[in-house]
């Protein structure tokens, strides 16, 4: 859905679909948390049977499974720069805690120490609400606008700027769309500059902009005049 183009309900595209896949990722963890605290309850006040050894030979498959499985989702997820698949990839990275866990837990149970097993569990249900709460955030920064990172500015005030004519940037304001982004951006250039002129250097900033930053699909250029930047705010600062 994410990646459905542009439509006359929906000018930017769909790409916040990911960002709210994203939050769907977060309940789910919420979910998996209460049922492993709820496991852990049952085992530290209810008499049950230590867990066999074949529960520390699966964990152990588990970790180099789920430690291939993160770098190649989170690989991905970089790739196309979907906040889903990053979320999922979050996911996945706390599996491998997870399976080390399990193995200290079953193992120590084996050994005598029963009250180790529910105990690595409330560790893991920790574990997975840290990861909820991060996933959280990041997705709810991601539909909000939050600031992006200076990075990001960076090479946005770079390539503007490498286009002959612009004398100078400001007001630059990005918009997320989940894998891809808009950018508003003011470009100062000559006062007494033909509009024709100015016109065609707004349409190559775009064009610059969308070549050399991937992330950025949407550009929008107003033009003023060298040295005025009246009326504009700078939310660096706000």
């Not at 948390?33 to 709820?38: G, P, R």
């Not at 989940?178 to 024709?196: F, N, Q, T």
């Amino acid at each position: 859905m994410g990646q459905r183009p542009p439509d006359k309900q929906h000018p930017y595209g769909h790409g916040r679909a990911e960002a709210l896949v994203g939050l769907v990722v977060v309940v789910f963890l919420g979910i998996v948390s209460y049922e492993i605290i709820s496991e852990a309850y049952r085992k530290l006040f209810i008499e049950t049977a230590p867990p066999d050894y074949t529960a520390a030979v699966m964990a152990g498959v588990g970790v180099i499974a789920n430690i291939v499985m993160t770098m190649y989702i989170m690989r991905m997820g970089k790739r196309i720069n979907s906040p889903a698949i990053m979320a999922d990839a979050q996911h996945q990275k706390v599996d491998i805690f997870s399976c080390v866990a399990i193995m200290v837990g079953v193992l120590g149970s084996r050994l005598g120490l029963g009250f180790l097993d529910p105990l690595v569990a409330v560790f893991i249900a920790i574990m997975v609400l840290k990861t909820a709460f991060d996933v959280g955030r990041e997705n709810i920064n991601n539909i909000l606008g939050a600031v992006p990172s200076e990075e990001l500015m960076e090479d946005i005030e770079k390539s503007a700027l490498s286009v002959a004519g612009v004398q100078g940037i400001h007001e630059v304001r990005i918009n997320y769309f989940g894998p891809y982004a808009s950018v508003d951006v003011h470009i100062e250039v000559d006062g007494d500059m033909k509009l024709r002129d100015a016109h065609e250097i707004a349409h190559t900033v775009e064009r610059q902009v969308i070549d050399d930053i991937d992330i950025i699909k949407i550009v929008n250029v107003h033009v003023c005049p060298y040295g005025e930047k009246s009326g504009c705010v700078d939310w660096s600062e706000a």
